[in-house]
């Protein structure tokens, strides 16, 4: 069974920085891309960004909205992938979604939620 | 970047009946849109990919047909447990994956 679970989330003021983990069992995760979907409170879905997997060199591309913000990474030797926020914005707090990337979302972890407030 | 827009953003249909939901795409995507279901506190669900093909586990109530700019999920005969919020995803442009802004499926 294909589990994707979101850890790293919480409340963080204006300005700092946060770490969220995603971490993948049921599949093998070294084949595949993996994207983070964030979700505002009471709003809809907003990609975030991508990384591929080996064969496609680990690229990575991002929304314009978090470009130069945001880092994405994996560690295939884990089956984690990552999402590194700085200089976060309270227009960021939203509910993190890692996804695997098919083109279309065919599983989805829980999420985490992000507040960011001073 | 490509504008995703789902019609009506509220649909109230009673148990039993037929829904019909709507996306539009501001240039073609060819076939390459999807469905999720959301419920409140929950993750999406994919429920549709390639514009028609159901996902794993999906019931056969849901369809979903269109191409190029014009799209439609059709739920057959409503569940008590169909009541969720709907979007469509487009991922033509791979660059950029967009949402539509999502229809709420109210009971009536």
């Known amino acids: 069974e294909v589990q994707l679970v979101e850890s790293g989330g919480g409340l963080v003021q204006p300005g700092g920085s946060l770490r969220l983990s995603c971490a993948a069992s049921g599949f093998t995760f070294s084949d595949h891309y993996m994207d983070w979907v964030r979700q505002a409170p009471g709003k809809g879905l907003e990609w975030v960004g991508r990384t591929r997997n080996k064969a496609n060199s680990y690229t990575t591309e991002y929304a314009a909205s978090v470009k130069g913000r945001f880092t994405i990474s994996r560690d295939d030797s884990k089956n984690s992938l990552y999402l590194q926020m700085n200089s976060l914005k309270t227009e960021d707090t939203a509910v993190y979604y890692c996804?695997?990337?098919?083109?279309?979302?065919?599983?989805w972890g829980q999420g985490t939620l992000v507040t960011v407030s001073s | 970047e490509i504008v995703m827009t789902q019609s009506p953003a509220t649909l109230s249909v009673s148990p039993g009946e037929r829904a019909t939901l709507s996306c539009r795409a501001s240039?073609?995507?060819?076939?390459?849109l999807a469905w999720y279901q959301q419920k409140p506190g929950q993750a999406p669900r994919l429920l549709i990919y390639?514009?028609?093909t159901r996902a794993t586990g999906i019931p056969a109530r849901f369809s979903g047909s269109g191409s190029g700019t014009e799209f439609t999920l059709t739920i057959s005969s409503l569940q008590s447990e169909d009541f969720a919020v709907y979007y469509c995803?487009?991922?033509?442009?791979?660059?950029?994956?967009?949402f539509g802004q999502g229809t709420k499926l109210e009971i009536k």
């Open positions: 240039q073609s995507v060819s076939s390459n």
């Open positions: 390639g514009a028609s």
């Open positions: 995803q487009q991922y033509n442009n791979w660059l950029l994956y967009t």
């Open positions: 996804a695997r990337d098919l083109s279309y979302y065919d599983h």
